[in-house]
T-cell receptor, first 113, second 113 residues
Framework: EAQVTQNPRYLITVTGKKLTVTCSQN?????MSWYRQDPGLGLRQIYY???????DKGDVPEGYKVSRKEKRNFPLILESPSPNQTSLYFC????????????FGPGTRLTVT | GQNIDQPTEMTATEGAIVQINCTYQ??????LFWYQQHAGEAPTFLSY????GLEEKGRFSSFLSRSKGYSYLLLKELQMKDSASYLC??????????????FGRGTSLIVHP
């Protein structure tokens, strides 16, 4: 089944404790991205990747890192999480940067205390 | 950046028709998307318009007027399962090589019997 998977789905952590949210897709998509969704603000793009070893900042990259060592995986790293990073995070992928349909993962609900 | 405006909430009756509007202000327009998102779930792609006119897909249709910076999503024969948030997103021509879509805040549609 074609899908985007994320782990963990739920995470409660404390300020400053490094964490990684994994994202994987099995559709051989070139383009992957991370979003955060907050009430009243909509989906905002954090980082994106156009292919292996090619990543760039989206609208709200501060406090986040990403890597793209393999085509299928695009982990999101929070080196020192803070409470303002409490949010619902979505990974998404599409065949190419110009593709009009993005496939979203199920989401990761992160709480930083 | 892009400014996208859509109503926060709408209610409608099962079996009826509802139109969700989206207005935007942007330069370098390269397409408008509609996504459906049920509470606690990932967004799923509904439609993509890049040229003026109406695109019909089953019970859902999407319209675009580029000169007016206006789109709407039309849902016919409403069903209870259509209760969800509907996200309008605009994409612009790439600067630096990527298309980054900007999402509106979403319209929460409540369908009642």
């Amino acid at each position: 089944e074609a899908q985007v998977t994320q782990n963990p789905r739920y995470l409660i952590t404390v300020t400053g404790k490094k964490l990684t949210v994994t994202c994987s897709q099995n559709m051989n998509h070139e383009y992957m991205s991370w979003y955060r969704q907050d009430p009243g603000l909509g989906l905002r793009q954090i980082y994106y990747s156009m292919n292996v070893e090619v990543t760039d900042k989206g609208d709200v990259p501060e406090g986040y890192k990403v890597s793209r060592k393999e085509k299928r995986n695009f982990p999101l790293i929070l080196e020192s999480p803070s409470p303002n990073q409490t949010s619902l995070y979505f990974c998404a992928s599409s065949l190419s940067p110009a593709s009009y349909e993005q496939y979203f993962g199920p989401g990761t609900r992160l709480t930083v205390t | 950046g892009q400014n996208i405006d859509q109503p926060t909430e709408m209610t409608a009756t099962e079996g009826a028709i509802v139109q969700i509007n989206c207005t935007y202000q942007t330069s370098g327009f390269n397409g408008l998307f509609w996504y459906q998102q049920h509470a606690g779930e990932a967004p799923t792609f509904l439609s993509y318009n890049v040229l003026d006119g109406l695109e019909e897909k089953g019970r859902f249709s999407s319209f675009l007027s580029r000169s007016k910076g206006y789109s709407y999503l039309l849902l016919k024969e409403l069903q209870m399962k259509d209760s969800a948030s509907y996200l309008c997103a605009v994409r612009v021509l790439p600067s630096g090589g990527s298309y980054i879509p900007t999402f509106g805040r979403g319209t929460s549609l409540i369908v009642h019997p």
